[in-house]
């Protein structure tokens, strides 16, 4: 049956599933003919019919637009766009590429899918096209679930894969399950158990797993194909529409757990590379429009991602595509907050200037359908931009890199780092002193998706990314790491080496846990995860970059110690009025007192590796008292003296599981006037009334 075509409309963008048909629309300035093609199956090779636009029935300014009589929702389609092939000037149009729909809300990946197909300019692609589906996204019963808005003072993150979360056959997920949102489901037990309060997904925004270098596999899906469409990959359900409904099966268990949902999502670039990248969506629509261009030249793209592209995300027709998602994925799919990859990418203009009041992040910031959802930007770009501590908008929050790197260098035993130490256990005032808002603006963390995992930080002192077909060129060579003598983990039998890695490991995470500030924890560091050294797991798709459910077993101490560490920072008041105060006013009001290893006198020569600090909440008469042995001897630090108080030890990095750490009601009372730190070593006391 052939169907038939009328005006449409030019609004709403992508396809939208009525009840006598489909309506499509898309922006092209530039385009001198669109034309619809319709699959009768994803991994169809020909189109079953060919809709041609109207230029005058079809268009209204610069909107291509068609209703499709008769269509039914999940109806596979693709967009031919013709216009100028004049790469000097920005325009890369190739009307034998079958074009993804930006808003489409589902994509499908043909068995045949070639990348390689849509690079060749004039190579048809019908025979291997990526199809976006007419999605009618049924009503889902949330069951009375409501965002959760919890207080970032209140939060603490856990940065995860969905894939790579469940994979592992020892998950005790059912393999048709492993690696999904339905995997995830499985597990939540486990993260409720751990005491974490959010999840950060790495990108589940439809991606190309072609797109990584050496014939390998993208795994972690910074390469957007579109914006909208959950990545199929990751569902269970192979139905049209699955994908969304298991997304939000996920996301409504997490709420019914308490546990929020934070997307890295990535507006910086797309999949489609510079030059010499494929023509799958944006390029063959509006390039440049939609990407900032060398000024000199515009055949080339300019790159502050680090990807090959930059999407030119303050043109008005991105801005809005970018608020439209964001919206999406809140209203629709009921997240709670989004990660923003290389944010400061979105400050720039589509010359590549930096915009000192960006439209894009303001309207973001200032979006009455966004209020409430958690925002954060990693303030940095490939371009040498840093915003850290300076990140524009009242609500945006930031991964702090210079936590990661100053309480990496102190706690390895660098010289010169006790400024910058102090700075990151106190909220890092250097940078947000004035900003007289909470500490929880800085999102602290030690290790992230990308880098070494906390078991590798401690173990190696070189990467390891032969793995990845590039000669160990690709990854940081700054790391921070340190191996304690013997590189990696095979063969290692020396006990005195083992001790000390596990005791880094727990310095680590007192150190986050215990800072001002809002902690993120990276997937797996609780049980010894580890890439064997590779720094750079963006195309390892395997058991090297997946939770290893044998570790749970063997690292259950460490897993026991971040449990405990979290119901502390949680339940103990001291710690609970520290994170709810502004960072000023912290600060100011004289309860907090630094010291060394002798009382008030705080050691910040060059070659100092320690410091102490305690902590006085006068209306609750309470102390806390957290020192730190980064040194490789051992140090005697004298403790304050308490009135009609009792000093009772409830964390020891140095001492074995489970003496290491206890709660509160257990801690033993500590009669000393000093106390022995071992080295690489932190304790925690605290004092209440007897």
Not at 470 to 498: A, M
Not at 613 to 639: D, I, K, M
Not at 666 to 672: F, G, I, N, R, T
């Amino acid at each position: 049956m052939v169907l038939s075509a009328l005006p449409g409309q030019s609004y709403p963008l992508g396809s939208r599933v009525e009840s006598t048909g489909v309506n499509f629309s898309l922006y092209s300035k530039s385009a001198t003919a669109v034309t619809l093609l319709l699959f009768d199956a994803i991994d169809s090779e020909t189109p079953y019919q060919r809709i041609e636009f109207d230029p005058i029935r079809n268009k209204t300014d610069n909107y291509w637009h068609v209703f499709v009589k008769g269509l039914k929702a999940g109806a596979l389609y693709g967009f031919q766009v013709q216009g100028p092939f004049q790469p000097e000037r920005g325009m890369r149009f190739d009307a034998s590429k079958v074009l993804v729909d930006p808003y489409a809300k589902e994509l499908r990946l043909p068995s045949n899918y070639s990348r390689d197909a849509y690079r060749e300019y004039g190579k048809n692609t019908e025979s291997c096209a990526v199809k976006s589906v007419a999605l009618e996204l049924r009503p889902f019963n949330w069951e009375g679930t409501k965002p959760i808005h919890r207080s970032l003072a209140d939060t603490v993150i856990y940065e995860m894969h969905v894939g790579g979360f469940t994979k592992d056959e020892q998950s005790g997920v059912s393999a048709e399950k492993r690696g999904t949102y339905a995997g995830v489901i499985e597990k939540i037990p486990y993260l409720k158990s751990l005491g974490i309060t959010a999840v950060e997904l790495l990108p589940v925004a439809h991606f190309d797993p072609a797109d990584a270098a050496s014939g390998k596999q993208n795994y972690w899906g910074y390469c957007p194909i579109n914006f909208f469409s959950p990545h199929t990959a990751y569902s269970s359900n192979s139905h049209l529409g699955g994908p969304s409904t298991e997304f939000r099966e996920m996301v409504l268990a997490l709420h019914k757990a308490k546990i929020e949902v934070i997307l890295d999502v990535v507006f910086n670039h797309t999949t489609e590379g510079n030059e010499f990248g494929p023509t799958l969506s944006l390029k063959g629509l509006q390039n440049d429009a939609y990407y900032i261009l060398e000024r000199s030249d515009q055949q080339y793209y300019s790159n502050y991602s680090g990807c090959g592209n930059t999407c030119n995300t303050n043109n008005s027709i991105m801005r809005r595509m970018i608020r439209d998602a964001l919206k999406y994925w809140v209203t629709e799919m009921h997240v709670d907050g989004f990660r923003f990859d290389l944010a400061s990418v979105l400050s720039r203009n589509s010359l590549g200037e930096v915009l000192s009041d960006p439209p894009l992040l303001w309207s973001i910031d200032s979006e009455p359908v966004l209020a409430g959802t958690k925002i954060i930007a990693e303030a940095w770009d490939a371009g040498g931009l840093y915003q850290v501590g300076k990140f524009v908008g009242d609500r945006w929050n930031e991964w702090n890199g210079l936590f990661r790197d100053d309480v990496r260098a102190f706690l390895r035993g660098d010289n010169g780092r006790v400024h910058g130490f102090i700075n990151r256990l106190l909220g890092s005032p250097d940078l947000y002193y004035d900003d007289h808002r909470t500490p929880q603006r800085s999102i602290n963390f030690i290790t992230a998706h990308d880098g070494f995992t906390l078991n590798d930080l401690v173990s190696y002192n070189s990467k390891n990314n032969l793995a990845n077909g590039e000669d160990n060129r690709d990854g940081d060579n700054h790391n921070l790491s340190y191996n304690f003598g013997y590189e990696g983990e095979d063969g290692l039998t020396d006990p005195v080496i083992l001790q000390l890695r596990q005791r880094q490991m727990k310095n680590f995470f007192t150190i986050l846990l215990l800072s001002l500030g809002t902690p993120m924890i990276s997937m797996g560091d609780e049980v010894g995860r580890t890439q064997r050294g590779n720094n750079n797991g963006y195309c390892q798709d395997n058991a090297l970059s997946w939770f290893d459910w044998k570790r749970a077993e063997q690292y259950q101490d460490l897993a026991r110690f971040v449990r405990k560490l979290i119901e502390l920072r949680f339940k103990d008041p001291a710690l609970e009025h520290r994170i709810h105060d502004t960072l000023s006013h912290i600060l100011d009001d004289g309860r907090i007192q630094k010291h060394g290893v002798h009382v008030d006198q705080p050691d910040y020569a060059d070659d100092s590796h320690s410091i102490a600090l305690s902590y006085a909440l006068p209306y609750r008469n309470e102390h806390l008292y957290l020192a730190v042995n980064a040194y490789w001897q051992p140090l005697t630090f004298e403790l304050p003296t308490i009135d009609r108080q009792q000093w009772r030890l409830v964390l020891n990095t140095a001492a074995p599981s489970p003496d290491d750490i206890c709660d509160m009601g257990e801690a033993k009372p500590y009669h000393q006037a000093s106390i022995l730190l071992e080295p690489h070593s932190i304790v925690v006391l605290v004092a209440r009334d007897c």
